[in-house]
């Protein structure tokens, strides 16, 4: 897994549940860009995508990201929060470009 220490790898100017998500959305496809999951019978997608996206619409650029992240079967029977159940995607050190403000 990709071990990080929340005092020190997390940059400290992110300071919103947004920014968070996005700091992990690049994390996650910069370390994992070939991964495949299985989704379904017969259906395959990357494990990690993340990317800006213009949309005309509004005139405006957006972050879109998509993970798929196995769970452990024990969430079903566990007392922990259910992002702690969350399993290994891999095991890259993060860079530490992703650790700097």
């Not at 860009?33 to 997608?45: D, N, R």
């Given at each position: 897994?990709?071990?990080?220490?929340?005092?020190?790898?997390?940059?400290?100017?992110?300071?919103?549940?947004?920014q968070l998500n996005a700091w992990t959305a690049y994390a996650l496809f910069a370390l994992?860009?070939?991964?495949?999951?299985?989704?379904?019978?017969?259906?395959?997608?990357r494990a990690a995508q993340c990317n800006k996206f213009w949309v005309a619409a509004d005139a405006k650029s957006r972050l879109i990201s998509r993970t798929s992240l196995e769970v452990s079967a024990d969430e079903l029977s566990g007392s922990a929060?259910?992002?702690?159940?969350?399993?290994?995607?891999?095991?890259t050190a993060l860079p530490t470009s992703f650790k700097q403000n």
């Open positions: 897994m990709t071990t990080i220490n929340i005092a020190t790898d997390i940059p400290s100017q992110i300071n919103t549940l947004e994992n860009p070939t991964v495949t999951v299985i989704e379904g019978v017969g259906y395959t997608e929060k259910p992002w702690m159940y969350v399993q290994t995607l891999s095991n």
